[in-house]
């Protein structure tokens, strides 16, 4: 389980990020949520709007359950490998931390499909650090989404935002 005993200096510079600007649609996928630090932060900041979170792996999910449970909040939280198991056809809003040692072919795979699975509008947000190939996703994402900004740069740590 990746950063289970902190929330990674990543995830926080994402977080903040997106609260900074503001900009969370109406529904939200937390993509590869782990034990839920997005989801759950983001939801007690944003508690009308609706998170679904979805890991491949079951304990993670099993995690994050408890971790939406223990901070009273409300979100779909289920196993889904990538964007099988959806319980939405589309989202305002995708982000991710991808999980890096899953390699370039599940990451890019996740960034592919994010584009059909985005209202028009809809926003892609991605952390990754630099020396983890951050130039080569922007590259990557530009080529789905024809678009693909760098919002942010901390430490090494890209955020990248790309509109549907």
Request: charged residues 25%; glycine residues 8%; negative net charge.
């Amino acid at each position: 389980m990746f950063s289970k005993e902190a929330i990674d200096y990543g995830t926080q510079v994402l977080l903040k990020t997106i609260c900074e600007r503001e900009e969370l649609g109406e529904r939200v996928l937390d993509l590869g949520c782990g034990y839920g630090p997005v989801g759950v932060v983001l939801k007690k900041i944003y508690p009308t709007k609706a998170f679904e979170m979805i890991d491949v792996n079951p304990r993670a999910v099993q995690l994050a359950k408890e971790n939406i449970c223990r901070n009273q909040l409300e979100a779909d939280v289920h196993v889904s490998n990538i964007y099988e198991d959806l319980h939405q056809e589309s989202y305002s809003d995708i982000i991710t931390n991808p999980p890096i040692r899953a390699g370039k072919a599940v990451i890019y795979t996740m960034f592919e499909e994010a584009y059909q699975h985005l209202e028009v509008g809809g926003k892609l947000w991605v952390v990754i650090r630099k020396q983890q190939g951050a130039p080569s996703a922007v590259k990557k994402i530009k080529d789905v989404f024809g678009n693909c900004e760098i919002i942010k740069r901390d430490s090494g740590y890209y955020i990248l935002e790309a509109i549907k």
